[in-house]
């Protein structure tokens, strides 16, 4: 999209475009964008509470990785609470002109989409500039996304993506398909998947140790970081650290403690349990047949006890398990 530069010569326009950006999309991005190309030099305030359906931190995040090449915007933040309401209204417009007027004294020219910003350019004694407002370009809004991400994906930016997406853990006991279930589910949803870390860290399940563990966490936490910002709505995960921890508990009688990141890596919107009712295949590295069905007690019993959306798939039939976790993850994710 192209926009016509309106120039002055004799004084320094100086922009301001505010706003929650809850998420920031494309329609945010090409108003910001207006701006750039209508002043020397443009404000970005980006407005925030405690309560905000969205942290302050990642929305701040957004904005300062989108434009760290642009020497004439600069992002500013606020979390004083001033009045706030769906409609364009005068009396909030005044409020916000006057806290405005006091923190950005040099503006010349607010930009925004809404009426509002008409009385809240007027009360500042400045001028202002629409964009869209009629959103027959970007017909979408932060509420549409953020209640249908899915629906509006192609109005995200790429850097706002990964937030959105849903992440589905294949979990279970040894030997019950978790990891051809992940990818063939990645490729039927076309996305990403995480292998396990466990098989290629620990050669056997006996051989296992602590020092492992704690490898094995780091680097599928690693992964999942890397696979989520190239993943298509859904990345999916062959355990999780859920499991990790449950193979140390089970093992070594010790559920360890993992850095910060590692545990945020490892939110999951759902958890797909494979149950051990499927034929058992002992491959050389696995925990005997006996000990496998143990196991799938202290995973279970762990994921409940974490407050998981824990979804069993069960049968004897691999080809019957697939389908059902198909549907699962349709009604689940896309419903």
Not at 29 to 50: E, G, T
Not at 85 to 103: C, D, G, H, T
Not at 303 to 314: A, F
Request: aromatic letters at 14%.
């Amino acid at each position: 999209m192209k926009f016509l530069k309106i120039m002055n010569k004799d004084n320094k326009k100086i922009g301001l475009v505010f706003g929650a950006f809850r998420p920031f999309h494309l329609g945010h991005d090409a108003l910001i964008r207006f701006a750039q190309s209508n002043c020397d030099k443009l404000y970005v305030l980006l407005c925030f509470s405690d309560d905000d359906p969205i942290p302050g931190k990642n929305r701040l995040n957004w904005l300062l990785d989108t434009y760290k090449n642009d020497l004439d915007i600069e992002i500013r933040i606020t979390d004083i609470q001033l009045p706030l309401v769906p409609y364009s209204s005068k009396m909030v417009s005044r409020v916000w002109a006057q806290y405005l007027k006091e923190i950005f004294p040099d503006v010349t020219h607010l930009f925004s989409s809404e009426r509002y910003g008409t009385f809240t350019a007027e009360f500042m004694g400045i001028e202002h500039m629409l964009f869209d407002t009629d959103r027959q370009t970007f017909f979408v809004s932060g509420t549409k996304i953020r209640n249908h991400p899915f629906v509006y994906w192609s109005y995200l930016p790429d850097i706002v993506k990964p937030y959105f997406v849903k992440r589905i853990c294949i979990c279970g006991t040894e030997s019950t398909g978790k990891s051809v279930m992940a990818e063939k589910l990645a490729k039927r949803y076309h996305t990403e998947f995480v292998q396990e870390w466990g098989r290629i860290i620990c050669p056997a399940s006996d051989s296992c140790t602590m020092d492992m563990i704690m490898d094995i966490g780091k680097a599928h936490a690693k992964d999942l970081n890397e696979k989520v910002i190239k993943a298509n709505k859904i990345l999916f995960s062959d355990t999780d650290l859920n499991t990790t921890k449950m193979y140390s508990f089970f093992l070594f009688d010790k559920i360890p403690i993992f850095d910060d990141w590692i545990e945020e890596a490892n939110h999951f919107d759902l958890h797909l349990f494979l149950e051990n009712d499927s034929p058992f295949v002992q491959d050389g590295t696995r925990l005997s047949e006996k000990r496998r069905n143990e196991l799938r007690d202290y995973h279970y019993d762990f994921l409940v006890s974490q407050g998981c959306n824990i979804k069993i798939v069960s049968g004897s039939d691999w080809d019957v398990r697939y389908e059902k976790a198909c549907r699962i993850i349709d009604e689940e994710i896309f419903g």
